[in-house]
Structures are given as C-alpha cells and as structure tokens.
C-alpha cells in the first residue's frame, strides 16, 4: 500500500520539528556550472503535524563550507523574511562570478512561530559566465573523411604541487567522451546533447579533481557524430546538418596548494589521430567498432603519440552561444538482464529482455583477431523468432540494410566485451550472429538509458491490465526523453516532434520531475520560432526551410507546453522568458485568419485516427482558441493586463466563431466524430447551455459505432476525460479495460511493454501494420496516464495556484475498481491518494504535503456520515470546511494525513 498512517513525534519545546529537505538550485541537486545571474532556490518540508506550514524563512549563503558551518554569510543573508515560499526563491546578495563555488541553507520557522533546525548544507557553483573566459579555442582533425574512424585527441601536461580542486568545462560540436588518467570524465552520455546548435551548445561542468595528481597527467577525448553531423531523418534524409567538422572544445582549471592556476585548454598544443576503434557510430545506423585499433593507454600519460597529428585550431569561439547544461543529464539508468536465449537459426542467437527499452547492451566475447560479431536490435520478431527489422524503414541511410546495427570485430584477446559510445537503440530483443560458439544469457546485459529526470508519480489499482498500462506508458515517456521528447527511439526518426510532447505533456508531468528537462527544451522551441511568428513541427527544427512549419497542435505546443509546465512548477520567469514568442504564434495564427477560422495552408491533424477523421479547419481553429487563452492566461501571470484583455478578447471571439461555424442547434458538431466532440468540449469551446447536450452527442456518436474508439493520439486522453468530466464516467472506464483493438488491453495482451505507435501495431491472423510507420515504443497513446492520475486517483492541479500550493483530489469512486492508489510527488512534497470500496463502506486516504492545503471531494451529500480518523470529520484536526453538495460534499483540509470512511 502507497499510504501510511500518520505517526505521532515528540516535539523539542524550543525546536520546531517542521525539517528542510531536498534543497535544489535551478530544479537540480548540487548543480556545477550555473550560469544564471540569479539562480533560484528551492526546498521541501516536512513534518507529521497536521496543518504545519511555513510562516517565515532564513537563508544563508557563503563562499565557504566553514563559513556556512559557522553561520556566516559573506555572501547573502536574507534575514528571518516572513513568507510562506519554499519554491524559486531568487538568490539576491552579492554579485556572483564565474567560477564560484556558493554554499547555502535554510531554516524555517512553522505554523506557531517557532524555528526549525537548519538544513543540511547544499551547493552549486557557478559555469564561466562571459565569454572572455573561455581561454580555450576549437581544435578538430580538419581533413577527417567520410571513410575514416572518428578522431581521438590528446595532450599531456605537467602540474607541480598538491592538488586543491580541478574543474573542467567541455563541449563539442558532435558528441564527445573524455578520460583524464586512463578515467572516463562522468556519466554523461551523448554531450553535450541536442540543441539548435547554430543558436545554442551547451557545455558541461565536471569536477575532477580525483582524477588528477601531482606530475605528469593525460586528457584524451573521442568525438561523435551525433545529432550535429550524422544522419537526421530530413526528408530526405540528410547528414551533416549543423557541420562537418567535429570540433572540441576543453577548458581545465587546476588550482594547487600554492594558490597557483593551472589551465589547460584545447589549443593548437593538442594532437589527433583518425586510426582509432570506433569506425562508425551513427544514432540510426548503429556502430563499428574495430578492437584490434585500440591504442593501449592512449588516455594516460608517456603514451608514444608521434604518428598523431596536430589539430585545427579555430581563432574565434563563433557565433552559437555557449551555455551551461541544467537540465539532468543523459546516463545509464538501470540495467537489465535478458530472461531467454534462443538460436532460430544455426549460428544466429536471439536474446529477449522481456520489456523493450532503450539504449544499448554489454557482451562479453571471445574470438580470433579479425572476426566480425554483428548485433541487431529491434522490439519484435518475425514468425520464425529472427528479429523483426522492415518498420525501421529503409533509405533512411546509404546503406539501406544497416539499421539498429552494431558490428564488433575482435581483436583475439581472451576476454573481451563490446559497448557502444554514440550510438543508441530501441529494443526488446537482440540477434547476433557471427559470434562461432553458443553464448549464455550471462554474457549480455541491457545497459538503459535516458534523460535522468527523476520519476515524480505512480498509479496503481485493482485492475492489473491498467497497471501495465500504466507502466508501458512510463516506459515509453523514459525511453523518448533523449535530451529532447522524441517521438521513437528505433526508426530513422527520433526527432522532437512537438505535437507528441504537448499530448503527453500532462501524463509526462504526472510520472516524471521534468521542469528542468522542459525548461532546456522550450529553449530549443525558442531557438528555432520563425521570424513570423510560426513554431516548427520538431524541436531543434534543422531544416533550412519552412516546410515543416506552423501546423495546429504541433506549433501549438510552442505555447501549451510551457503553460504546463508553469503549472506544475509555478516557474513564471519561464513563462517571462517564452511570453513574447507565444504571443509571436498566436498573432501569426490572427493575421492568417482575419475570420478566426483558421484555414491556414499547414494544419495538423489527430493523427493515427481509426475513422474518426476531424476536418482540418476545425481542428486548427480549435488549437488557435486553446493558444490564444492560454496567452491571456500568461499575461495574467505577469500582470499584463492589457494583453490579458486582449487575448481574452480573441479567445471569446474566436469561440463564438467555432460555435457559429461548427455547432448545429441540436448539438451536433461538424463531422460528428468523437475526437471533434472531445477536442470541442476539451477546450471549452461549448457554450456552457450547450455542453451537456453536445456530451450527449459525443456518447451517441461512440455509440454509432458500437463504443469502438475512433480518435487518434491528438483526443483519445481528451476522450476518456470529457466522458469522466461530463457524467459518462463508466463508459470512460468501459474503454480504458476493454481488450478488444483499438485499445491499450489489445496492445498488453499482444506482449506489448511499451505504448505502441498504432493501436493495431501487430494483429494476430494478420500481422504487422505497415512497415513506413508501425513503432513499438511511441509515448503518445501513453497520455491514458492523466485520465489515470486525474480521473482515478483524483489529483487536480489548480492552475491558479500552481506546483499545488491548493490543489484538489476529486477521485471517481467505484465505477468496476476496487481500490485506486497513486502519488505525486509536486515540488512542495508528495499528494498521496488511495482509495477502496468494500460492499457499501468507502475509505480514502490521502497525504497533503506541509505548505499547502487541499479540497476534498467525497461522493456523498450526506456529510455527517463521513468519519476521519474515526470520528465526525467536521470535527477533526486540520479539515476547516465540511460542505454538502448536490451529489458530493467538499472537505477543504490543511497540510497531513487523513483517513475519511463514508458510504457509497
């Protein structure tokens, strides 16, 4: 069980027993490398009393441990501030400087005035904040061609005295690896990920301080083609995109005990070589890796370097901004072991790890020196159990047959193992031949990685069908966060479709910590907005052209995304900082469409839709409503009342224009597809006099087609929650446990542990789905979660209040579950409810975090009869409002855990 009930603590007299915990700058823990001016500070509380909150704060900020050890804040000191924020707290004492290594933390004082213990200590430190100081220049091996192996550089270097601290920044254009001493440098994977590299690369901040010693020392780094130079599917695809050149870019500082300041910087100093092991790696293609190039200690010092040859080295840093990474990085997450080995043909071996995931795998070999071991990875398998590969579509690279391919060539030593460096695959299972001899299921491991945000939610019930689901849709939303939301992580695609991302976004939120990860890549939207106002379908959008430009439901997610994310994080300086490019949007979607029908030459649609086609001016005009009010939302937010008004306006007037346009006086809509009437409804575009009759309308239109789903990926959530939200909650329920196709139950009784891309992926008595667009791990469906989450469990953000500083939990009890339970964890701490029914008795569960305060909604009028903890709720601690409704009664609670029973 998710819940716990409360226990009771002795409280100090002196002391409040109200703790600080999870102390974050800028969304992450300890950060290196800030490079914001005023970085932002964030805590968690926590405490076992009722109605606790926080009255006042203290932060401390010094240069030093001891100095903060010591309480003295040479940096800042806020004083005792009487304010109730733990979140996004503006650091605003002395001016920070590059490099600086700050130190902080916090007390608080609790709901009867007295102070709380300090917390923990907690850092950051700050990234090289002009560009004057970066002293380091791009080198790369200018002339490398399309046939050699990808460039490994070098320099060794001297330092005399004890080491203090050492720190390096880095990037590249491509990807880079970098071992100091025979060590890799971090934990990152594919640095310094996907950015519109012409406006923005990101570098990365290291502390490696361990890795170095008095002496002689040794920088090495391998470069990557990655998103920068390799294959991006452009249609036609295209290499090369951003460069050609991969270039690297090193700084690092050592101080030692006498003060002094050692640099080492990539400059014309370094030397490169092309003959290294890693032929080829190609994100989509898979990798080449000769071992028999492998250059012994080529990473450590009085390696014999003489046929390596001197670097290019570029004058200027160039025009694309250098910015510090802070969002969580890329890195191997978990591992995996594979539960069965087969040989369904002599010499081909295929490995299962019973759930499809994303990354790469560990094998452990052996073979005479020149022998050729090919990998194939993919999540399904042909009838004869070789690996499935026609859906990863062919033409996507020159070489048509190489795709999700690794190929390891031995170099004869008795053990050897095989990883790739900067390639990565979506896969369940992996077939490899060539190898000469059976290998065992201890010899592969599947090595997981993604976007590290931490997981923020679970959903859990009665129905263990929903649970897989639930726990296919988290599987896929890892396995696409890839620096930016791809939309697959198999075929030649894996762009950041924008459409997809804002889908999901809510599901996303629910299940994952991911402000920081949005935060990055609403820059990215930003970087490449066109100068008219129109956002591109993908982001980073790479193509020269405008092609993919401006289409409703993708372009919107320029301006839906980053209101959520708000929402879920209250981060107004990031709505601030996307303000003027929303705005940039909508006015485009206006001029184009003096008549608020939007009929635009681009438009999206509710795409993988079974029948249920929505018409292209109605789905456009649909999105242009939904942006345009949530714009006025934004400038709400920033007390922008003149553009609030304005966008209200719009917003009402382009509703009354749909309403005209596609609304009969009966109620039925336009093309009367279930997904126009969800996306209608969805977006309040219904007069409120007409709603319930054009709810009406959208049951009868499921009905019309004998309660079969019709929607695609744009409205199936908006489906589920428009039945729920409007009376029709059991057929709501009905849908999301059906097993029949189209449904989530059809895709998990087929084996599927992942969301698949079309509801009929794979049908048995007749096969795969076409093979141009059927994957295995496509997150969008996966938005099934926020029905779960909202609907099932109850937990409603307010986005009047948002990261839940007020927020509701309104679950649906009954309606076939017997129990629900689920948590999420919002940055003010966890919102826990679970709820059961037995016969004619309900209970409900619920956890509100310290600092905030909730309205419960529980489903009887009869509100005497509704016990907390064992007694009349109205008269337990922490509930302040106990009212009757007409069908439900409203229990308004402070922070705590409560236990309310009641009859159903």
């Keep these: 069980m998710l819940y716990s009930p409360r226990s009771v603590k002795v409280m100090s007299a002196d002391f409040s027993e109200v703790t600080v915990t999870s102390l974050r700058c800028e969304y992450l823990e300890n950060p290196l490398g800030i490079d914001i001016l005023s970085p932002r500070m964030s805590w968690v509380l926590q405490s076992d009393q009722r109605g606790q909150k926080q009255t006042a704060f203290r932060v401390l900020v010094s240069s030093s441990l001891k ?12 004083a005792k501030t009487e304010s109730d924020q733990s979140n996004h707290l503006e650091y605003a004492g002395e001016q920070l400087t590059s490099r600086m290594r700050v130190f902080w933390k916090v007390r608080v004082w609790d709901m009867a005035g007295r102070p ?61 690896e970098i071992r100091i001493n025979g060590l890799k440098v971090g934990k990152n994977l594919f640095a310094p990920e996907w950015t519109s590299y012409r406006n923005r690369i990101q570098y990365q901040t290291y502390d490696v ?3 170095l010693g008095a002496g002689r020392n040794a920088i090495g780094a391998t470069l990557g083609e990655g998103w ?89 840093l160039g025009k694309a ?51 050729t071991v090919q990998f194939k990875f993919n999540e399904m398998l042909n009838p004869d159990g070789t690996i499935y590969m026609d859906n990863l579509r062919a033409g996507c690279l020159a070489e048509e047959t190489r795709r999700q391919t690794d190929e390891y060539i031995c170099n004869g030593a008795e053990n050897e193992y095989f990883e790739p460096h900067f390639t990565y695959h979506g896969f369940r299972y992996v077939e490899i031949s060539g190898l000469g001899y059976e290998p065992t299921l201890a010899d592969l491991v599947g090595r997981v990685f993604h976007s590290s945000a931490s997981s923020s939610g679970l959903f859990a019930c009665s129905d263990e069908l929903l649970n897989r689901v639930w726990e296919n849709a988290t599987w896929s939303l890892r396995g696409n966060l890839m620096s930016v939301p791809t939309d697959c992580p198999q075929r030649d695609e894996r762009m950041g479709w924008m459409g997809d991302a804002q889908i999901i976004c809510q599901t996303a939120n629910y299940a994952m910590d991911l402000a920081a990860f949005w935060n990055k890549w609403i820059k990215d939207i930003r970087d490449d907005q066109l100068g008219d106002g129109r956002y591109p379908s993908y982001a980073p959008y790479p193509l020269a052209d405008d092609r993919s430009t401006g289409k409703s439901a993708w372009a919107d997610a320029g301006i839906i995304v980053p209101w959520t994310a708000y929402v879920y994080y209250a981060d107004k ?31 999206g649609v509710d795409w993988l839709n079974i029948g249920g086609t929505i018409q292209n001016e109605f789905f456009s005009t649909a999105f242009f409503a939904k942006s345009a009010g949530v714009v006025a939302d934004m400038a709400s937010v920033l007390g922008k009342e003149h553009d609030a008004r304005k966008y209200r306006r719009l917003c009402n007037d382009i509703r009354a224009a749909f309403a005209r346009e596609y609304m009969a006086d009966d109620g039925v809509l336009a093309g009367n597809s279930q997904g126009a009437y969800a996306l209608a409804l969805a977006f309040d575009l219904i007069p409120d006099h007409k709603r319930r009759q054009v709810a009406t309308r959208m049951v009868e239109s499921m009905n019309d087609n004998d309660g079969v789903l019709t929607t695609g990926i744009a409205t199936t959530h908006l489906l589920l929650c428009e039945l729920s939200r409007n009376g029709y909650h059991d057929e709501a329920c009905r849908i999301v446990k059906s097993r029949q196709m189209p449904s989530w139950g059809f895709m998990v009784e087929q084996g599927a542990t992942t969301i698949w ?53 309104r679950p649906r009890i009954g309606s076939s579950f017997a129990w629900v339970e689920a948590y999420y964890d919002s940055l003010h701490g966890r919102i826990l409810s679970s709820w059961k029914v037995a016969g004619n008795r309900a209970s409900l569960n619920i956890t509100v975090p310290v600092n905030t305060t909730a309205d419960v909604l529980i489903p009887t009028k009869d509100v005497d009869t509704i016990e907390e903890s064992g007694k009349k709720a109205s008269m337990s601690e922490g509930v302040s409002t106990v009212k009757a409704g007409e069908n439900n009664s409203l229990i308004c609670v402070e922070s705590g855990s409560y236990e309310f029973a009641f009859h159903v």
């Design 321 to 371: 901004r250098l910015v510090s990474q802070l969002n969580e990085k890329i890195c191997v997450t978990e591992e995996i072991a594979p539960i069965a080995l087969s040989e369904p043909r002599s010499g081909t071996y295929v490995y299962d790890l019973g759930q499809n995931v994303v990354g790469w795998i560990r094998f452990s070999l052996r073979g005479k020196a020149g022998k």
């Design 757 to 809: 891309e079309r509801w009929n992926g794979y049908v048995p008595g007749v096969g795969f789905a076409d093979n141009n667009m059927n994957s295995f791990n496509h997150f969008a469906f996966g938005a099934v979660g926020e029905w779960m989450m909202r609907e099932l469990a109850g937990i409603h953000l307010d986005p009047s209040h948002p990261a839940c500083k007020h927020f509701a939990i």
């Design 67 to 78: 100095n903060l050890n010591h309480d003295t804040a040479d940096l800042w000191d806020s």
């Design 573 to 603: 300086r990031l709505i601030l900082e996307h303000f003027h490019s929303a705005r940039g949007w909508v006015d485009h979607v206006h001029r184009e469409n003096p008549d608020l029908i939007s009929k635009q030459k681009s438009h």
């Design 209 to 211: 301080t361990e890795l």
């Design 228 to 316: 920068y130079a390799g294959w991006l599917q452009q249609w036609p695809p295209e290499k090369n995109v951003y460069g050609s050149d991969l270039e690297l870019l090193v700084q690092l500082e050592i101080r030692t005990d006498d003060r002094e300041l050692h640099l080492i910087m990539t400059d014309g100093s370094w030397k490169a070589s092309l003959d290294g092991p890693i032929l080829t790696s190609d994100m989509y293609a898979g990798e080449t890796y000769d071992a028999r190039n492998e250059w012994r200690g080529w990473d450590k010092p009085n390696f014999d370097d003489g046929n390596w040859k001197s670097v290019h080295m570029k004058r200027h």
């Design 116 to 176: 709380g213990r300090w917390s923990e200590p907690a850092f950051w430190s700050m990234g090289l904040l002009r560009l004057r100081d970066w002293e380091a220049r791009w080198v790369s091996f200018q002339f490398r061609g399309q046939e050699t192996a990808l460039p490994s550089l070098r320099k060794e270097f001297d330092i005399s005295g004890n080491i203090q601290s050492a720190t390096l920044y880095a990037t590249a254009k491509g990807l880079y």
